[in-house]
C-alpha cells in the first residue's frame, strides 16, 4: 500500500516542480526538532531537505531548524507533534517505544551486520509496516534516517571483556532494552535525555555512554571521555516524524512534497553519516581517545549473553513484529 502511495506520490512530485506555483501549496512554516547538534549530518540532511522544499513550493514555505534539544528532548518534541503544537521532530526510534513498542524491535542488540542491512529493512516492507503503525499515535513517518551503530565510551577503563563493564554507570536511552541489555552485561545502566548527557560525564554522575562515532564526536564527548571501545551492539534508525494533526491539515500535494523531500535529505544524510564515520572515529584518535575493538571471542561472549534480551522483550514488542523482522533479516541474506 506504502509503495504503491509513494509511486503516485513520486509522479505527482515530478508534474509539481514542472510548473510554477500550485493552488494546492499554501504559504507554511515547518519547524524541526533535532537532539543533536547541526554539525551532525543530520544538518546536511535538513539541508537537503530544505532545498528540496524551496524547490517544490516556489519558496511559499519557510523550514526552521531547532538544535540541542532547544524545543525539548526528542519524547517531549513528539509529544508536542501528536498534539499538533510542533510540525517535525527528526528522533531516533529508541525514546519512543512507550508510544509504539514495536519500535523496540531496533533496540534488540546485534540485530543488523551492516549498514546495507538496515537500508534494505528500514526502506523496504518491513519500514512500511512500522512506518504505518504511527498515524494512529498522530503522527507520520516521512523517512527513515541513519542514527548507525552505536559504540561504547566511558572514563573508567578500555572496555575489551563483559567484565570490564562490571558496574560502570552508564547512560543508555529511557529505553527498557537498552537498560535491560546493559544490566544483562553487568552495568548500571542509567536511562536519560540525550541532553543531559555531557553534563552528567562532566560531573561524573556517570561513567559511560553509547552512540554513534560520529555523535560522539560532534557531541564533543571526547572532552569528558578517556577511552572508545568499538562494540557496534546496536544500529538504531532515526525517523522523520511529522504531526498528524498538522499533516491532515495539508493538501494531498503537499504531502506528496513532504515525503519526496524526507526522502531526498534522507539519501544525502546517509550519505554524509557514513563518510563523516571514518573521520570522526580518527579525529577522536587524534583528541586523544585510547581507542579498542572487541576480540571475535569476546564479540560471541557479549552475543550469547544478550540472547535472552531478545526473548525478554518479544512480548513487549510485539512476537509478530519481532518474527517478521527475523524472517526479513533470514531472506535477504539468502537472496
Known sequence: ?????????????????????????????????????????????????????????????????????????????????????????????????????????????????????????????????????????????????????????????????????????????????????????GANATPMAFGEVFTALETGAIDAQENPFVTIDTSQFYEVQDYLSVTRHAYTPFMFLFSKPVWDTYSEEEQNILVTCAEQGRDEQRRVSRELSDQSLAKLRESGMQVNELSEEEQERIREQVAEVYERHAENIGPEVVERMQTALEEMRNQ
Open 1 to 185: 500500500m506504502r509503495k504503491a502511495l509513494l509511486t503516485s506520490m513520486a509522479a505527482a512530485f515530478a508534474l509539481s516542480t514542472a510548473m510554477p506555483a500550485l493552488a494546492q501549496v499554501e504559504e507554511r512554516t515547518i519547524r524541526i526538532s533535532n537532539g543533536v547538534n547541526e554539525d551532525h549530518p543530520v544538518g546536511d540532511g535538513v539541508d537537503a531537505f530544505k532545498a528540496c522544499v524551496d524547490e517544490a513550493t516556489d519558496g511559499a514555505w519557510t523550514v526552521n531548524a531547532f538544535w540541542g534539544s532547544s524545543l525539548g528532548d526528542d519524547l517531549d518534541a513528539t509529544q508536542q507533534l501528536r498534539s499538533g503544537t510542533l510540525e517535525a521532530v527528526i528522533t531516533s526510534t529508541s525514546p519512543l517505544v512507550g508510544i509504539e513498542p514495536a519500535l523496540g524491535v531496533f533496540d534488540l542488540p546485534f540485530l543488523f551486520a551492516n549498514e546495507e542491512e538496515a537500508d534494505a529493512i528500514l526502506d523496504g516492507e518491513f519500514g512500511d509496516y512500522v512506518s504505518d503503525m504511527m498515524p494512529e499515535h498522530n503522527l507520520v513517518n516521512l523517512a527513515w534516517w541513519e542514527n548507525g551503530f552505536r559504540n561504547l565510551t566511558n572514563s573508567v577503563r578500555p572496555v575489551e571483556s563483559v567484565e570490564d563493564l562490571n558496574g560502570m554507570r552508564v547512560r543508555v536511552m529511557q529505553n527498557n532494552i537498552f537498560l535491560d541489555t546493559f544490566e544483562t552485561l
